[in-house]
Nanobody, 119 residues
Framework: QVQLVESGGGLVQAGGSLYLSCTAS????????MGWYRQAPGKPRELVAV???????NYANSVKDRSTISRDIDKNTVYLQMNSLKPEDTAVYYC?????????????WGQGTQVTVSS
């Protein structure tokens, strides 16, 4: 029921940065959790970062020292900033929204945006 629109993917050189945006069709403060997942070919989808309706954040260990998830409540938008990109960061990045009562890994998903990090 929640529509999510992602943008910001593309080709980035190793050591560079990305800045992804996800805009929701509903106020993001009404959603328990919003976040970013990623999936590389042949690998399962994995959590990158999440932000709760209260503003708390959490990150995967592989990205926590170089990533920041943030939000603009007025714009219904969640952002992901990731620095020091590595080739292993190459994946399709998906925005995720989980209303109250939704388990991790479920909820609404964006269409995905491809991030490719060159060596």
């Amino acid at each position: 029921q929640v529509q999510l629109v992602e943008s910001g993917g593309g080709l980035v050189q190793a050591g560079g940065s990305l800045y992804l945006s996800c805009t929701a069709s509903t106020p993001i403060v009404s959603l328990d959790v919003m976040g970013w997942y990623r999936q590389a070919p042949g690998k399962p989808r994995e959590l990158v970062a999440v932000i709760t309706s209260g503003g708390s954040t959490n990150y995967a260990n592989s990205v926590k020292d170089r990533s920041t998830i943030s939000r603009d409540i007025d714009k219904n938008t969640v952002y992901l900033q990731m620095n020091s990109l590595k080739p292993e960061d190459t994946a399709v990045y998906y925005c995720n929204a989980r209303p109250a009562g939704t388990m991790r890994g479920f909820g609404s998903w964006g269409q995905g945006t491809q991030v490719t990090v060159s060596s």
